[in-house]
């Protein structure tokens, strides 16, 4: 441990770490007061006004289910499983009982998690599923439990071969891999199954809209500014949500390949947090804005603008490469930029999950307020 004590990871006081946290907090309450408060405002105008426009002429399309649907309701029941594997290992962490010092227990914890939370995600994925009347159920378990170890079997393929290839000793034995294999197909597939099949025998196929949706799409207006196009949308969704997080990802990085020891997990679930509450409401006001301009393709649209800081955290890993990390070779790159794809998606999956649903429910709330209903 002499090393890592004097390591300028570990400086005496921590008063650097912390003011970065302070300001992310203060940058976050900012930025949800803002928000909220001119969101409040606009529609407090839109709830008195008598006449349709805007967002109250879609009140038929914007129910109108989205396009691949097995694949969104699996993408949202995953990225709900992965938020619970997230902070149930930062709180064991935080609590000590996964020894974070210790090499493989992180990884070691966020496998097991993840295949006892399975029911979570098969569970989300076909309530939402069947309330979208859909009928082929089945389809989309199988897709809830592939959507994300299947990517995460491709890189680790991938890496894996590479480093055994340079006779690199951090290639996973066959007793390891077995083992995960085995945690999947006997832990983690049948309770995505069993919690599809509880969600399709007891969950409520009542989707709850507030509006009846019309038998013809209403035609979406092509004339808008640059500052309304999706491009535009897509980087602004991205980029507030990673300035919140964006001086803790430093310590993050850091600690994985700086070899460096972080021991702060209350202030990583403090980031957490953060994040998607930043995240939910940047994605609820660019909902706002499309609705606005009668674009009723908002459930896509929510999810992309939510995950976007999974792409963020992506570009950033490719600055730390070049300019903090120190590293070169095939080797290195394979391991370092495969692996943080795996982590960049799981945070688009659990980010945009989050954002999709409270866009949900200001989608509901605004439409049962307008009382449209055929």
């Not at 808008?224 to 491009?231: E, G, H």
Request: hydrophobic content about 50%; proline content about 3%; some cysteine.
């Amino acid at each position: 441990m002499t090393r890592y004590a004097d390591s300028r990871f570990l400086p005496t006081k921590f008063e650097i770490h912390w003011l970065a946290i302070i300001n992310s907090t203060i940058l976050v309450l900012l930025l949800t007061a803002y928000f909220t408060i001119i969101l409040l405002q606009v529609l407090k105008d839109d709830f008195k006004e008598e006449e349709e426009s805007g967002w109250k002429l879609i009140h038929g399309d914007v129910f109108r289910f989205p396009t691949n649907p097995i694949f969104f309701c699996a993408a949202v029941g995953v990225g709900n499983q992965l938020s619970l594997v997230t902070f149930f290992h930062l709180c064991l962490a935080l609590t000590g009982l996964i020894p974070t010092t210790r090499s493989g227990s992180i990884l070691a914890g966020v496998v097991v998690l993840y295949c006892l939370t399975s029911f979570v995600g098969g569970y989300t994925s076909v309530r939402l599923f069947r309330q979208m009347n859909q009928q082929n159920w089945v389809q989309c378990i199988i897709v809830s439990a592939l959507l994300f170890p299947a990517p995460c079997v491709f890189v680790f393929m991938w890496v894996n071969s590479i480093e055994l290839v340079h006779g690199s000793t951090s290639a996973l034995p066959f007793t390891a891999i077995l083992t995960v294999t085995a945690l999947f197909a006997f832990i983690s597939f049948p309770l995505t199954v069993f919690g599809g099949i509880m969600a399709k025998n007891y969950a409520s196929t009542d989707f709850g809209a507030p509006t009846q949706t019309t038998e013809v799409a209403r035609e979406i207006p092509t004339n808008k500014l640059w500052y309304r196009s999706r491009p535009f949308q897509i980087v602004i969704a991205g980029f507030f949500p990673f300035l919140a997080i964006y001086n803790e990802l430093y310590y993050i990085f850091a600690s994985m390949w700086g070899h460096q020891i972080y021991t702060l997990f209350g202030i990583l679930l403090l980031a957490f947090f953060l994040l998607v509450i930043v995240t939910s409401f940047i994605t609820v006001t660019l909902l706002y804005f499309q609705l606005a301009r009668e674009d009723h393709r908002w459930w896509w649209a929510s999810y992309i603008n939510g995950g976007m800081t999974g792409i963020f955290i992506y570009a950033y890993s490719f600055y730390y490469y070049f300019n903090r990390s120190g590293m070169s070779g095939v080797l290195q790159s394979s391991f370092y930029f495969g692996y943080l794809a795996v982590v960049s998606f799981a945070f688009f999956l659990m980010l945009g999950s989050a954002g999709f649903q409270f866009s949900l429910v200001f989608v509901k709330y605004i439409y049962s307020r307008v009382n449209k209903c055929d």
